[in-house]
């Protein structure tokens, strides 16, 4: 109990030569909940339950003297959670109990080269033998129970990225707080579109009996496809804040193989989005990887910039059958309650096993910018909701393609003189120079059309 007082040290030889002797006369019982399961691969659920429950109560702020904090919620309280080595008691039923929070000491002192390498902790609840069975069974349940409620209702939202490990047993997630602000209500959609989305994610979340029932794992996959700058990302965060799920970016090209990409997968919690996004450039997934290779090679030579990026992607040995491994792994072995989201900019270039039904159950196109989606742009950017220069701009859309960020961008005021009717100019003059461009490129791809039938017919004359 009052371990902490005693160099560690001394306390593994204690431990170790007099334990038959003291557990004869100990009336206590010690049970240690680690941070992470014994095979260093996973983070074990009842400690984060159990830290939840410690910082939640008032005896631990009463008893405990030294505390580390955290944000919590929106950045507007701090929770206090016990510091290393301290001890806080708790009593249930009128049985008192003890709780420790240690830090594993290697045994022989290690050199890293890494600064700031984690150290691995345990929670250590110390009670008289005799109560064995209620604090076991009744206390330790309560505990975690409450625990994960707490956990809930205090959740400041993660956005996770896995970044290069340093060795193999190391997690690899690191994570920031996620505050982006966009929602369903924001997002420059058709609201037909829009509202079964939304359905079909709620109807997800609500649907763990129905999996259950069905024999199906409870995650879901989503492809979200089209041109750059409509809203692939902007949806993903929606969708994040629509169900207050964790969002974890997976970069594929920082995973070195297979392995690396599984352990990392099975360390993802639930009530999560996995991203991986542009996933046609972040893997050779089309299995025409010579060919690839061999065009990066001339690109990496012209691009200096680029260099560091396609060295990376050479250093990832992950294949496309282990990421489908690891996706069907995934989802039938762990909990649930996960979604998982492609996006591609090049989705006729993806291999269909990625894309299949069952693994992405939605196939979702993010289109260009239509009148309505203009609306809910203009709205968001210039809180009008009618102009008289809204039917111009309805028409025009309706001619060329324009992507809702180049909407945005000209819809955002440029100074403090710039009012709705300036950024509506704006917008329309974009829109006309739009739709100019793409009737010259149309304009000079049937000029090439033409000039390359002619081409052929003359090649054909001249043989006959
Ligand atoms: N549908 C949309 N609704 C609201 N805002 C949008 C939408 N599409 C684009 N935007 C605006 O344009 C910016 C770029 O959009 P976003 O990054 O989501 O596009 P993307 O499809 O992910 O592009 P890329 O393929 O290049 O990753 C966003 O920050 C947002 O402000
Ligand atoms: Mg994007």
Not at 129 to 134: D, F, G, Q, T, V
Not at 290 to 319: A, D, F, I
Not at 418 to 427: H, Q, R, S, V
Request: aromatic share 10%; glycine share 6%; proline share 3%.
């Amino acid at each position: 109990m009052f371990k902490q007082h005693i160099p560690r040290q001394a306390w593994y030889f204690l431990e170790k030569h007099c334990h038959k002797l003291v557990s004869l006369f100990n009336p206590y019982l010690e049970i240690t909940f680690y941070e992470f399961s014994i095979n260093n691969f996973l983070r074990n659920k009842a400690y984060s339950e159990i830290q939840s429950y410690l910082s939640g109560r008032e005896e631990t702020s009463l008893h405990a003297s030294r505390f580390k904090a955290d944000v919590i919620k929106d950045s507007r309280r701090i929770a206090l959670s016990m510091e290393d080595y301290e001890e806080v008691s708790d009593e249930y039923k009128g049985v008192r109990v003890w709780w420790v929070l240690g830090k594993k000491v290697p045994r022989t002192p290690v050199v890293s080269f890494y600064p700031g390498s984690y150290d691995e902790r345990d929670y250590t609840l110390t009670f008289h033998k005799r109560y064995r069975e209620l604090i076991t069974g009744d206390y330790v349940n309560q505990v975690l129970e409450e625990g994960k409620a707490i956990a809930v209702t205090n959740r400041q939202r993660k956005l996770y990225k896995n970044v290069p490990s340093r060795a193999w047993y190391e997690n690899t997630w690191s994570h920031v707080y996620f505050e982006h602000p966009a929602t369903f209500d924001t997002l420059a959609m058709a609201s037909k579109k829009k509202e079964a989305i939304k359905k079909d994610l709620i109807k997800f979340t609500e649907g763990k009996e129905y999996y259950a029932k069905i024999g199906k794992a409870w995650n879901r996959g989503y492809l979200l496809f089209g041109p750059p700058g409509t809203g692939k990302s902007t949806m993903i965060a929606a969708m994040a804040n629509c169900l207050n799920y964790d969002v974890y970016d997976l970069e594929l090209t920082s995973v070195e193989n297979n392995n690396e990409l599984r352990s990392l997968l099975v360390d993802i919690s639930s009530k999560s989005i996995i991203v991986i996004e542009d996933i046609y450039c972040s893997l050779d997934l089309s299995g025409k990887r010579k060919e690839n290779e061999e065009e990066e090679e001339v690109k990496e030579e012209k691009n200096s910039v680029k260099n560091v990026g396609q060295r990376r992607k050479k250093k990832s040995n992950v294949t496309l059958s282990g990421l489908l491994n690891c996706i069907d792994g995934l989802w039938s072995t762990c909990g649930g309650e996960r979604i998982i989201v492609f996006t591609t900019n090049h989705v006729d270039k993806l291999d269909p096993a990625l894309i299949r039904r069952g693994r992405m159950d939605k196939h979702i196109e993010m289109p260009y910018c239509c009148f309505e989606a203009f609306k809910v742009l203009a709205k968001n950017y210039l809180e009008i909701e009618s102009h008289e220069l809204f039917h111009e701009i309805g028409s025009l859309l309706g001619e060329t393609y324009i992507t809702p960020a180049d909407v945005a961008e000209n819809l955002m005021p440029k100074s403090d003189e710039d009012d709705a009717g300036t950024c509506l100019k704006n917008l329309i003059e974009a829109l006309k120079a739009a739709k100019e461009k793409a009737k010259k490129n149309a304009g000079e791809e049937a000029e090439l059309k033409a000039e390359e039938a002619n081409g052929s017919i003359a090649k054909g004359n001249a043989s006959n």
